[in-house]
């Protein structure tokens, strides 16, 4: 066999092995990134699961606060003399204050981040909004739940503490003494204080969070549908 035959059949034998080996690694690729897709499509399903559930306890979470908020007023107007001072209803008001605060499911959202699937999604535009929704609305929520709380504990704690003996029905309760300091300038003010942060800040983020989350779930809606 001549030394030109022989290049001639070893070029083709390379050929033939480095087709090969690209087809493999091209295949493998293939697979590898249908694997992602798959595996990103089952964390949209799961974040979309999530979000749902955070939408019936968001709109849980609202409406708890506007009945506070309602509580707080109806204190306010008794104290402002535009309602009538009932010591009993009062007592119960005082008593039935709270800070519902909102937490949102994030495990699956965390778990997408952190496998790197979601920053390599061709979907920008909601990987975008998903991102805001959790990076920015919960977050910022979560630290004004915590403002909230903390001001539930300094209310109960500096001004509403004087109504515990008629709250837990104990005896001895200086009715006469507890309708004065409830008039007073500094249980006035330990009111609005609380009041003010829920009325305005509290209840002004959470409905901001409402309709960040309604948004991505309608994003997510059309994904899935059309996937």
Known sequence: MSIR?????????????????ALSLWVDDWREEKEIITRLQDDYKKIHSEIKK?????????????????????????????????????IRSIDSLDSPTFFGNQSAYNSSLTSGRINISKKPIIVSEIALLYEHFYKRLTLNGDI?????????????????????????????????YFFSDKFHNGLLIFHDFRSTNYISRLNQTMNQIKKVDLLLDDLLINN
């Open 148 to 180: 909230l709380d903390k001001r539930i504990s300094d209310f109960n704690k500096l001004y509403s503490i004087n109504f515990f003996k008629p709250i837990y029905n104990q005896s001895d309760v200086d009715t006469l003494k507890l309708k004065k």
């Open 5 to 21: 035959k022989l290049i001639s059949k070893g070029g083709v034998e390379f050929v033939a092995v480095f087709l090969g080996i």
């Open 54 to 90: 955070d939408i019936i306890n968001l709109n849980n979470i609202i409406s708890l606060n506007k009945k506070h908020i309602n509580t707080e007023k109806y204190l306010l107007s008794v104290i402002n003399k535009d309602k009538e001072f009932d010591f009993n209803k009062v």
